[in-house]
């Protein structure tokens, strides 16, 4: 299966000139978090938006009137499109690049994380109890170590 992963740096973020991966490696952290065993190709959208974009969504889909590092938005199309659309992405620079400074991590370590976060609620995982976060956890650090990325909880 091959993986398509569009990504859009909103203008807002380009014209404020924030530090933002190369969509190369956004898209090669998205490909390695795809777990989805299917027959056709998997098409996935990320958008790397403002404070401002992210707040609004968030407000909107999740009732928090905050901007947040990453939004997850599943779809589930008929089998008889034919096309494989695992969902779209949110990924908050200025809220990443924030994270990544006050946990003393590495930028890119963190936005690839966010990614591999991302991805994974796509595919049906959750945090929302404690089995649960447990098991989304573990998946992040394995797929996180083939990108040569070191344990985001330790």
């Known amino acids: 299966m091959a993986v398509t992963v569009d990504v859009t740096i909103s203008e807002e973020v380009a ?41 609004e969504l968030n407000r909107q889909y999740r009732d928090k009137d905050k901007p947040t590092n990453v939004l997850s938005f599943p779809m589930q199309l008929p089998d008889e499109v034919g096309v494989h659309m695992l969902g779209d992405i949110v990924l ?13 991590k590495a930028e890119s370590a963190h936005w690839a994380h966010m990614v591999v976060h991302g991805m994974l609620h796509l595919q049906g995982y959750d945090h929302i109890d404690n089995d649960e976060a447990e098991e989304m956890e573990k998946l992040e650090i394995q797929i996180l170590q083939t990108l040569g990325i070191g344990n985001p909880y330790e």
Do not use: G
Request: charged share 20%; hydrophobic share 45%; proline share 6%.
């Open 15 to 55: 014209a404020a000139d924030d530090e933002v991966p190369k969509p190369a490696s956004i898209q090669s952290w998205a490909s390695a978090a795809c777990l989805e065993n299917v027959e056709n190709d998997a098409f996935i959208s990320i958008l790397v938006s403002s404070p401002e974009q992210s707040r």
């Open 92 to 104: 908050c620079a200025a809220v990443i690049d924030a994270e990544a400074r006050s946990q003393s």
